[in-house]
Structure formats: structure tokens, C-alpha cells
């Protein structure tokens, strides 16, 4: 599989370059990474692109990209990320979002206004608030703490910070101070994105982790439930990462909702 990393202008955002990765050949989808960065949704993003011609940005501000002081909202990526498609000329994109992706995957549709998106895929997405489910402080977790929140395994998945080199510990800080600046502390959602997602009419998949407590299943499916047109699924022995921990069986969820959404050539 060939893979091209580009940067990207906008017509209408010229001092913000966006840093693209993109594979295959066919349909667009979009792949959003949450707070951990591309790493998370490369995996993801491989399998897609046997089959789909993807696009994985780095969302501006991680890995050492450059984020305007302008872009300062999760409303603002979204508004970005359309415009670049709408720029490229793409319609009847999917979008598909892990945590922090998937809520800028719900601002996209929810401010789409141009028939770009056809699709949501949102996997342990944050972004609502959902009375008696709180979203987990991700902020105020240890390194254990990550670890017991956020996977199933988290003994297999904990990550000693003694044994990370400090130039990755100094990239980590800073890609968590940009999800801070977009996110906000400790809220982690947008008070008015549940009534306005009523609105969406593309079908929406919901994939989530039985053992997430970074954002519970209970939380997911409350998520769902706002949507106009969305199915809900759980993944067994996975955490708020099912694509990492149990990538078979999220994949084949992905892959169904996506043979269900006809590719804009079948229309």
C-alpha cells in the first residue's frame, strides 16, 4: 500500500497547513484521531484503505504541527476539515472519528450544509453531555490511570512514563495542552451539539467499548439515541480504543455499516 503525507492550504484558511496522510483508491473517508494522536487510527486506516481511498489528517497543533491561535474550538476543526473537502471537490465523504475525532466528526455533520458528508462512523466519541454519565477527567488520570480507564487489558496496555524518552514525553505534553486550548477542561463537550444532532439525516454507526469507563457504554448509547438514523454497537474485551484492542470485530462492524451506505457511484 502506498501512502502519501501532504501538507495542505485552504482557500479560505491560508495560514493554517493541514498535514494529510492518504491510501487507496475509491470512495473518501476521513479518519479522525482522538488526543493520542494518528498513531491511534493508523491501524484503522490501513484496513479502510483496502478498499477506499482514505484521508487521515494530524489534527493541527499534535505531533508538533502548527495551530493558529484562531482554531480554538472542536466547532473550528470541523469547519476546517470541510472546507478542505469541499475544496478537493469530495462529496458523500464518510468520517469516521475515535473519541475526540468522533465529536468533530458529529460538528461536521451537524454544520454540513454542502452534501459532503454521507456518513458518520463515531467510535468512543465524546462530545455530549449525558445526565448520570460523566465523561471521565482524562486530564486529572496518571499514566495508571489511563491504563484502568480507557482499556480492557490495562496491564498489557500500561505504559511506564519512566521508560518513555523525554523528547516523546515533551510531544505528549504538548499535543495534551492543544486538546486542552480545542476541548476545553474539563468538559469535553459542547452543550448544544445533542439538540443539533436531531438534524443530522445521514446514517450514523456507534462503536463502543464494553469496558470503556472513559466514556461508558451507557454514555454511547444515550449518543446514539440523539441521532435521527444511528445503530449502536458494543464491542466485547475492548476499552475506549475497540479498533486497537479488538480490531477484527470492530472492523467487520465498520465494513457492514459501510457496504449499507451505497457509494456515491451506486446512486
Known amino acids: 500500500m502506498t501512502l502519501t503525507t501532504t501538507q495542505h492550504a485552504t482557500d479560505r484558511f491560508p495560514d493554517l497547513a493541514l498535514t494529510m496522510t492518504e491510501a487507496g483508491a475509491g470512495r473518501p473517508i476521513l479518519v479522525l484521531h482522538g488526543g493520542g494522536g ?10 479502510l484503505a483496502g478498499s477506499a ?51 468533530t466528526a458529529a460538528e461536521m455533520a451537524v454544520r454540513d450544509t454542502g452534501g459532503v458528508v454521507a456518513g458518520l462512523v463515531l467510535l468512543d466519541a465524546v462530545g455530549v453531555r449525558v445526565e448520570g454519565e460523566p465523561i471521565r477527567d482524562f486530564f486529572a488520570l496518571d499514566a495508571r490511570g489511563v491504563a484502568e480507564y480507557a482499556w480492557h487489558d490495562s496491564d498489557r496496555h500500561y505504559v511506564d512514563p519512566a521508560g518513555v524518552p523525554e523528547e516523546q514525553r515533551a510531544r505528549q505534553r504538548a499535543n495534551m495542552a492543544t486538546m486542552r486550548a480545542l476541548a476545553g477542561v474539563p468538559s469535553m463537550h459542547d452543550p448544544e451539539l445533542p439538540g443539533r444532532l436531531g438534524g443530522v439525516r445521514v446514517p450514523a454507526l456507534l462503536v463502543w467499548g464494553e469496558s470503556d469507563r472513559i466514556v461508558t457504554p451507557a454514555y454511547g448509547a444515550a449518543y446514539a439515541a440523539a441521532f435521527a438514523d444511528a445503530r449502536f454497537e458494543v464491542v466485547p474485551e475492548a476499552g475506549h480504543l475497540p479498533h486497537i484492542e479488538q480490531p477484527e470485530a470492530t472492523f467487520a462492524l ?3 455499516y459501510l457496504d449499507g451506505v451505497a457509494a456515491p457511484a451506486a446512486r
Do not use: C, K, M, N
Not at 494518528?38 to 484496513?47: E, I, M, R, S
Not at 473550528?76 to 478537493?88: G, M
Open 38 to 47: 494518528p498513531a491511534t487510527v493508523a491501524g484503522l486506516a490501513a484496513h
Open 254 to 256: 465498520i465494513d457492514a
Open 53 to 103: 481511498h482514505t484521508l487521515t489528517p494530524v489534527h493541527p497543533g499534535w505531533e508538533g504541527t502548527e495551530r493558529p491561535e484562531w482554531l480554538a474550538g472542536i466547532g473550528d476543526l470541523a469547519a476546517v476539515y470541510l472546507q478542505f473537502l469541499h475544496e478537493r471537490g469530495l462529496r458523500e465523504v464518510i468520517v469516521v472519528g475515535s473519541s475526540l475525532g468522533g465529536w
